[in-house]
C-alpha cells in the first residue's frame, strides 16, 4: 500500500472538483481500489503503485482539459476517465500540454497563453538555455506578457521559489507626491500592467495568496537596491527609463538558480533628455557577454490591434 501527495499549483480545487466535491465523487467512482482524500490544492491518494500510477495519468489529462476550456462537465469526466478515450464527449481535442510547442502556460477561463511570433519563440527558448536575456521592442509586440508567462511558468515547475517583477516608478518626469494614497497606493498605477499579466495567468485566490506570502514581489525598481536575488525568477519591464546606475544597480542584484529578462523599448524613453537611458547603454556594454541573450522584437511581432502594427510603422518611418 503506497500513498502520494499531488499539488494542484495554480489550479482553482472547485476547477476540479466541483461544486458539492460532485466531480471529485464522479473521479473516485472510477477508481474503487483507492482512497482519494482532498484538502484545498493537495489530493492525498492511497492504493498500489499501479493504480496510483494510472490515476496520476488520467488526472493530468482532467487538468489539461480544465487548462485548455476552463471547466470540466461529467460528461467530460467519464469520457476522459474511459480507458480508450482520446477526446471528451463534446469533441474537443485531448491532447497533452506538451503536444503544443508554443504554449507557454495556461491561464484563467481556458485562456492558452503562448509565444505567438518567431521572436517571442526566441524568448522562450533563450531563457530555457541562458540567465539573463534582453528583450527589446515596440508598444505591443508582447515582451512584458511573454516574460511574465515564462516566470509563471518557472514558478509552477519548481524551477524557481518565487517571481519578482520590478520597473522604474517615475514616468515621464512625473512626481509621485501628488498622487493621493499611502506609498502602495501611489505606486500601485505604474506597476498596473504586471498585476494585468498575472491575473490572466493565475486563479485569484492563489495569486492573492503569493502577494501576500512574498512568492510574487512586484515593486519599483528602486526597492532592489542592497538585494540579493536568488532562486527567483526576476522580471525588469520598461528599462528603457531607468538610468545607466539603476541598471547595474539591478543587474548586479543577480543571485544563484535565478533566471532574469529585462524587457523595453528605446523608442519610448521617457527620462529628462540630459539622462541617458541605461538601457541603451546596457545594450552596448553587455553585448559580446557569453551568457547574456539579446532580443529584438519589431512591428512583425506586434499582437495587439491591427492599427498599433500601422502606427508603430510609421512612428519608425519617421525616426523618432
Known sequence: M????????????????????QNLDIISRHFPKLKIIARG????????????AFFEEKLKLLLDYIGRYGTLTEN???????????EPADGRDLQSRSDGDDIIVYGQNGLV???????????????????????????????????????????KNKEVRKIILTRPAVEAGENLGFLPGDLKEKLDPYLQPLYDALRDMLPPEKLKTYLESG???????????????????VILDEAQNATEMQIKMFLTRMGNSAKF????DITQVDLPKNQPSGLLQAMSLLKSINGIEFIYLDERDVVR??????????????GK
Not at 524568448?123 to 511574465?148: H, N, Q, W
Open 2 to 21: 503506497s500513498e502520494k501527495t499531488i499539488s494542484l499549483e495554480t489550479l482553482n480545487p472547485i476547477d476540479l472538483y466541483g461544486v458539492n466535491d
Open 41 to 52: 490544492e493537495l489530493l492525498k491518494v492511497i492504493g498500489d503503485d499501479d493504480a496510483i
Open 76 to 86: 467530460n469526466i467519464r469520457q476522459i476517465l474511459s480507458d480508450n478515450a482520446e
Open 113 to 155: 497563453v503562448r509565444a505567438r511570433t518567431p521572436n517571442q519563440r526566441k524568448m522562450v527558448e533563450f531563457i530555457g538555455k541562458g540567465d539573463m536575456v534582453f528583450a527589446i521592442g515596440p508598444a505591443g509586440s508582447g515582451k512584458t506578457y511573454t516574460a511574465v508567462a515564462l516566470a509563471v511558468r518557472a514558478l
Open 215 to 233: 512568492i510574487i514581489q512586484i515593486a519599483p525598481l528602486a526597492f532592489m537596491r542592497g538585494r540579493t536575488l536568488d532562486n527567483a525568477f
Open 261 to 264: 529578462m529585462i524587457t523595453g
Open 305 to 318: 490591434h491591427k492599427l498599433v502594427t500601422k502606427i508603430v510603422e510609421a512612428y519608425g518611418k519617421n
